[in-house]
């Protein structure tokens, strides 16, 4: 008996310092929770390209330790994410988490992040709250909050003299954020919101709002849809004819990766986003033939965030020569290295969420095309962060 | 709102109503007269949306030819399904025919991602349907719209003279009043359900196809047509066609004029509608009575 007692330990001194010993060297263990399956399942493995191309190019290591995968597919259920998160930080014992694209997942997985401590980068979920009330100094986001693309598009339409906006969206966070956005960046530029138009998510049944729009007779209108809500609206705004006396516009997701669908009612369309398909820089022309020879298809904004997460992670572990243990030199290096996306150069605010410039689009054939710069180092106001 | 958009948002109505009515009359039958509970007819609403799409490049402007090219093929592809696992359901419990109905929407969604991918896709409008005619100086409405609700009222129709006018339709009747009675006059049942399976298929999937050209074609799309379509049945009387026409036209009414005055509760319109039309008349508007 003692024989047994002694062992057992014996063995768990040695697990001990094992996992101890695992902190500093041997593999860091990077756990991907993105949508493999269903309505996001693009924009997971887009991320997933995105960051794996980013760690190939350091020649498969970060902060001079190997890297090692687990993957979890969240599919894009919030009602699941406790769950899968949790598969990722006690059962496979990950060092850093990253995802998701769902808000609603991403939520929980910043609670989860929150109380274990866990690392969390998220390449896109752009839930206010995120770097908002949920703030935390091991939470950081490489892609956007939902208040930038719009807040950016309410400037210029303030600028090209829209006095009176209606905007529209699914009645739904994301959606309220993105408008609220546009609201603020309108109203500081000499416009007003006259009505904000919702429908329940994700209905795409938009003629008795189209013909509210036709009624009021706005200036312009914004719209935040995303997916086939996004293809659908564009369509049936312009077979009102609307595109032709009120210009339509909304953050980029309103016309990324939807335009083969769009057709020509999307066409000469402007929307704000921090990409554009054409931006003629350096970085960005490097990084969009490495992804074409690496994948055999063309990268879009969620590969970008996919490779600016890897990025940003490999900022703050270099800073640390790779040891997991210095939290408070690991998260003050992620914020304040800047990242040299291949949207430009930018950094993190002190509540984790990119600093940047915000560019104006115009939608030609099947690109939306840089037209200028919307705002220049936009930060996001982080309403309710207290760290 | 003055008269001549009140006009406008009553078109709307009736237009969405007709569509509504196209997906739930297959439904509305599948149920009623077989009693099974068909939680995949939102994919099959999906099949026939995605089948405009595939046929498209095919066939071009020959669009009336496509959708009955689409349609026949759905209503083999109902035949088939019935005979292979519907057939096993009728003697089973509502519990079984949730569980393989809903296998069959993971199947089917699966099987889309696979063969189509997750991206949207649009489907063209046929030219000679392109454009459209100034309303009351407020807005286009095009052309496919009118053209939709039209077919909607045409297949609304013909599916009135089937019911009523034929000897099929008179054993389909008979069959949702008292199935029993029917297999013991000698009509041969099992072959009665696999016809009325495969029209009620190639009729969520015709109305798919019509409403192609205005949705886009995108991954689970059959999942919130599903939802409502269960609504219009039961507001209308679970297996009757007229009441499920009276219903799918106030869903249209609620939902349109919800949207715009009541635009914070607009979700819960149609099913307050419902929950009203129950306490009203427990068995919906109409009582099996076509």
Known sequence: ????????????????????????????????????????????????????????????????????????????????????????????????????????????????????????????????????????????????????????MGVVAGQKGVKRAMTITWGYAAGAESTKGFTEGLEKNGGKVIKDLTLPFPQVEFQALLTEIAAQKPDAVYAFFAGGGAVKFVKDYAAAGLNKTIPLYGPGFLTDGTLEAQGASAQNMLTTLHYADNLDTPKNNAFRKAYAIAYKSQPDVYAVQGYDAAQILANGLKAVGGDLGKREQLAAAMRKTPVDSPRGKFTLSAAGNPVQDMYLREVKGNNNEFRSVAVKALADPARGCKM | MDLATFLVQCLNAVQYGLLLFLVASGLTLIFGIMGVINLAHGSFYMLGAYLAFALAPWFGDWFVTRLVAGVALAAIFGYVLEWAFFSFLYERDHLQQVLLTYALILVFEELRSILVGNDVHGVPAPSWLGGG?????LMEYPWYRVFASAACLVVALALYAVVQKTRLGMMIRAGASNRDMVRGLGVDIRRLYRIVFAGGVALAALAGMIAAPLSSVYPNMGASVLIICFVVVVIGGIGSITGALIASLLVGFVDTFGKVFFAEWSGVGIYLLMAIVLVWRPEGLMKRGF
């Open chain 1, 1 to 152: 008996m003692p024989h047994v007692l002694l062992r057992a330990a014996a063995l768990s001194t040695a697990l001990i310092a094992s996992t101890a010993f695992a902190q500093s060297s041997g593999p860091i263990k990077i756990g991907l929770m993105l949508p493999y399956s269903g309505t996001y399942a693009a924009l997971g493995s887009a991320i997933e390209n995105g960051f794996k191309l980013y760690v190939q190019e350091q020649g498969g290591k970060l902060g001079g330790r190997e890297v090692q995968y687990f993957k979890v597919d969240d599919e894009s259920e919030p009602s699941k994410a406790t769950d899968n998160v949790n598969k990722l930080i006690k059962r496979d014992n990950v060092d850093v988490l990253v995802g998701t694209v769902h808000s609603g997942v991403a939520l929980a997985m910043a609670k989860a992040a929150k109380d274990n401590n866990t690392l969390l980068v998220i390449p896109n979920a752009g839930a206010d709250a995120i770097t908002g009330p949920m703030c935390a100094p091991n939470i950081v986001r490489s892609s956007f909050s939902n208040w930038q693309p719009g807040y950016a």
């Open chain 2, 133 to 137: 005619f100034r309303l009351g100086g």
